[in-house]
C-alpha cells in the first residue's frame, strides 16, 4: 500500500489551455469512429467567448444563423398584456 503524498499549488489555478485540450480530446475520440469531421453550434453574443476557443482549435464557421421566436397562448390562456376580446375575431 502507498502512502499519500498530498500537494498543493502556491499559483491560483486558472483553466489555461484546458478547454482547448478537451476539445482535441474530443477530436480524437470522433476520429476513432472513424468520422472525419466534427461540428457544434455555438451562441455568438456568448460572454465567454467561447467562439474563440473554437477557432483557436482550427474549427471554423459554416454557417450563420438567426433565430427567431415568440411566446404563444395555451387554449384558453390570454397572453400577458391582451384585454379579453381583443384580436382577430373578437366580438364574433
Known sequence: M??????????RPTLGDVPAMLEFH???AYAAKGRSQAGLG???????????LYRKVGMTPLYRANVYQT????AG????????GS???AGR
Do not use: H, K, Q, Y
Request: overall charge positive; cysteine-free.
Open 2 to 11: 502507498s502512502a499519500l503524498r498530498p500537494g498543493w499549488s502556491i499559483r
Open 26 to 28: 474530443a477530436f480524437a
Open 42 to 52: 455555438v451562441d455568438m453574443a456568448n460572454p465567454t467567448e467561447a467562439a474563440r
Open 71 to 74: 411566446t404563444v397562448a395555451a
Open 77 to 84: 390562456v390570454r397572453p400577458p398584456g391582451r384585454p379579453s
Open 87 to 89: 384580436g382577430a375575431g
